[in-house]
């Protein structure tokens, strides 16, 4: 698996963690920024990365801002992406089993290190569970259709 890994500014050391978390269990991944010391906006890197996972470079994203919403609102913009923000490791279970979520959002400010990194783990983890769960998703990608005509 490849993973976009952003952030902003808020989500920085958070970001850099899940890089040396990534790395020590051998998962590939795109640092896509932000860099050390720099003041940004979110948006730019959701968008960055949504648009890695839909161009089939990265097959999944994790973002990091202060919250994790911001991401997750700018993320979700794209069709096809299903970006969740998870607070618990259950919350990252879910995301996974029944949203197949592709794209993890964390809020820095929010989580402690450790809880973090097991989220991530989990999610990285869990399958999706597929069945009942794939005709909503699908209702959700005909959402998508409908509104942007993609
Ligand atoms: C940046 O100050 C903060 O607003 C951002 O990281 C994020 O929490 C937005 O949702």
């Not at 860099?35 to 470079?57: M, P």
């Not at 609102?73 to 998870?86: E, H, L, Q, S, W």
Request: charged share 25%.
């Amino acid at each position: 698996m490849n993973i976009a890994l952003a952030s902003d500014h808020a989500g920085f050391e958070m970001k850099e963690m899940i890089a040396r978390f990534l790395t020590g269990r051998g998962v590939d991944f795109a640092d896509l920024g932000s860099r050390a010391g720099e003041s940004v906006d979110y948006v730019d890197y959701a968008a960055a990365a949504a648009e890695a996972v839909l161009a089939g470079t990265c097959d999944r994203a994790i973002l990091v801002c202060g919250t994790g919403i911001g991401m997750a609102m700018a993320a979700n913009k794209f069709p096809g992406i299903r970006a969740t923000v998870c607070w618990t490791p259950a919350t990252a279970e879910m995301a996974r089993r029944h949203n197949n979520s592709n794209c993890l959002t964390l809020g820095g400010r929010i989580l402690d290190n450790q809880t973090a990194l097991e989220i991530v783990r989990v999610w990285l983890e869990t399958p999706f569970d597929g069945g009942r769960h794939e005709r909503r998703l699908a209702k959700i990608a005909e959402i998508e259709k409908k509104s942007c005509g993609c």
